[in-house]
C-alpha cells in the first residue's frame, strides 16, 4: 500500500526556492494544496484550507514565520508544522519549540530526507536535524540552561514520542509491521514511517539495535507487551 498524499501549505518568500520545493514535492505524489510568502497570508491559508501539515520558512516578511507559527498553533493546534530554514543558531531552534513547531530541516539537506520528514512529522512524529540536536546540546552542556534550552534538552533526550515507544516496545516483543499495524489500528506504511524515524533518532541501523539503545536508555519498558 503506498502511502497516503499529503494535502501540504509551502510557506517561502524565495520564489524560485519555492519552485523547485513544489516540483520536488510533486514528483513524490505529495499535494501542494496552497503556498503563501509571508506569514499573514499563510494564517489565512491555514483557515481556509484542509492541511496535513505546513512547510514553513523562518525568514519570511511580515510578522515572520516564528510568529506565524505560534498563531497557526493557537488556532490549530493538532495541525503539524516543520519549518525548514537556512539558520541553525540554539536561540532559534528554542523558540521554534516554544513557537510549536514539531520538526526543524536545514536548507540544503537531501531531498529524500526532507520528504521522510514531512511525512513523520504528518503521522505525528517529531524531526529534529543533527544540526539541532548539536547546538542545543552544546549550549545545554556549557551551562546555558534558559526555558528554551531546557525544554530543547528534555525534547532531545527524550527523543520518541509516545507512538514511537508503543511501536518500539511492540517491535521488542517480535511484532511485525503488519501486526504492529492491526495491533494500533494504522496502516503498515504508517509503521515504517515511523520505525523509519525511531532508527534515525536513535542513530542505529536496525531494529534489534534500537530495542537495544531504547531499553538501555529507559525509553521503553523492560515488561514488554505479549
Known amino acids: 500500500m503506498s502511502p ?6 509551502l510557506v517561502e518568500d524565495d520564489e524560485l526556492f519555492r519552485l523547485g520545493l513544489r516540483v520536488r514535492l ?7 494544496v496552497a503556498e503563501a510568502e509571508d506569514g499573514e497570508t499563510a494564517i489565512e491559508l491555514t483557515n481556509r484550507h484542509s492541511l496535513d501539515i505546513i512547510l514553513l520558512d523562518v525568514g519570511l516578511p511580515g510578522i515572520g514565520g516564528i510568529e506565524a507559527c505560534r498563531q497557526i498553533k493557537q488556532q490549530h493546534p493538532k495541525l503539524p508544522i516543520l519549518v525548514l530554514t537556512s539558520r541553525s543558531e540554539q536561540s532559534l531552534i528554542g523558540r521554534l519549540i516554544d513557537a510549536g513547531s514539531q520538526g526543524y530541516c536545514l536548507k540544503g539537506i537531501a531531498p529524500e530526507t526532507l520528504i521522510l520528514a514531512l511525512r513523520s512529522v504528518a503521522a505525528g512524529a517529531s524531526w529534529w536535524d543533527q544540526t539541532a540536536t548539536t547546538e542545543i546540546r552544546a549550549a545545554f552542556h556549557k551551562g546555558n540552561r534558559s526555558s528554551s534550552s531546557l525544554r530543547a534538552e528534555d525534547e532531545l533526550t527524550s527523543p520518541l514520542t509516545q507512538r514511537e515507544q508503543e511501536i518500539l516496545a511492540l517491535l521488542a516483543s517480535g511484532k511485525t509491521n503488519q501486526e504492529i499495524a492491526e ?36 525509553l521503553i519498558s523492560s515488561d514488554l507487551p505479549e
Open 183 to 218: 495491533s494500533l489500528y494504522i496502516v503498515p506504511g504508517t509503521v515504517r514511517l515511523h520505525v523509519h524515524t525511531i532508527l534515525q533518532k536513535l542513530n542505529v541501523h536496525d531494529r534489534t539495535q534500537a530495542v537495544v539503545v531504547a531499553l538501555k536508555k529507559k
Open 4 to 9: 497516503a498524499k499529503l494535502r501540504i501549505l
Open 26 to 32: 510533486q514528483q513524490e505524489e505529495l499535494e501542494i
